[in-house]
């Protein structure tokens, strides 16, 4: 087969699909991998560390003309990547955007016999871990989130006892416990601070408090907050209510707080309000995962950083693309495992029967097949980060 690798055309978006190494197991397995022109720049890869991979460096309109199977990083609705991009008998997976795309793109899509497969979807089985490429570009948005908090704030995260006083530990608070929380709880806790992490999950608490850091319990009723593979499930505006009750108590006294609630399909829980946020010491830093649907806190403007009542709010939407050659190895690796799972004697094979391809199929053949958004929005995780995340995301 043609595997091509496109470039980005989303402004802030530095990673690339498949990075050489990849190619190059692809190019020994006898595929041939064409690659736009500077497509791995915003990763420090080189288009000559792509052609001595035993690539084919051409120009993005060639390589849209020319493959087989299309690996991208962002999909449909982002900067250049429309269904009318493709053509017929196509192949395109990556994270596709699956609860942004619209009918009509889908319908499009199905017109022009495109096989079109959103990695957001995949199910949470230990066969699939390999492929989840939301963990792994989480992970490194856990890990941005604490890093940059601790760039920004003016006080130091550890403590330190010296001839000239001892300087107190910042305050490190991160409501939700998923991959990117724990990311950023694990981050905090290496870079010193005093480290507080919540979830309503309590089944959580044991992963929190491996990490050195501290759990906070709330005085909430969680029964049925998690679902049977123990995610989180969305709850009602009560609960939400006396949530961020309980919260007014907590976010004041933190010097940094990273929020990571989302819901997919559904805009992200409003946790904090501009009242605890502006109760925070002058200084202090948000930053809110979440912000790509919304936000989890009240002031969060996505892709812009405000102040409120002296606190500095990030609302970011790629902080993976922050970390763009490790975020590009990790998430060629997830379309390498996907890839392989989804070929049989060297060929496509389309087998619904497999939970991982019919999962996340959402165009084939014509038809447009999402019948497991809605079952997701309903039962996924509401702490993992991910925009992209998720996320993310």
Known sequence: MILGVPASETPGENRVAIVPPVAAEFVEAGHEVVVAEGAGAGAHWSDTEYTDAGCEILDQETVFERADV??????????????????????????????????????????????AFALELLPRISRAQSMDALSSQSSLAGYQ????????????FPMEMTAAGTVRPAEVFVIGAGVAGLKAIATAERLGASTTGYDIRLE????????????????????????????????????????????EQVVPESDVLITTAAIPGAPAPELVTGDMIAEMDDGSVVIDLSAPTGGNCEPTEAGETVTHGGVTIHGPTNLPAETSRTASQLYANNLQSFFENLQEDGELHFDLEDEIIDSTLLVHDGDVRNP????????????AAETEEENED
């Not at 989130?145 to 130091?156: D, L, N, Q």
């Not at 497991?372 to 702490?383: L, P, V």
């Open 372 to 383: 497991h958004i809605d079952d997701e929005t309903e039962s996924e995780d509401t702490t």
């Open 70 to 115: 299309l690996f991208q990083v962002q999909g449909f609705g982002t900067e250049g990547f429309g269904p009318e991009r493709y053509r017929s008998g196509q192949t395109v997976i990556g994270l596709l955007g699956p609860y942004e795309v619209t009918e009509d793109e889908l319908e499009t899509l199905g017109e022009t016999d495109v096989s």
């Open 145 to 156: 989130a604490a890093i940059a908090a601790a760039e920004e704030h003016p006080k130091m």
């Open 204 to 247: 959580v608490k044991q992963e929190v408090e491996s990490l050195g850091a501290d759990f906070l319990e709330l005085d909430l009723e969680t029964a049925g907050s998690g679902d049977e593979e123990g995610y989180a499930r969305e709850m009602d505006e009560a609960f939400y209510e006396e949530q961020r009750h309980q919260l």
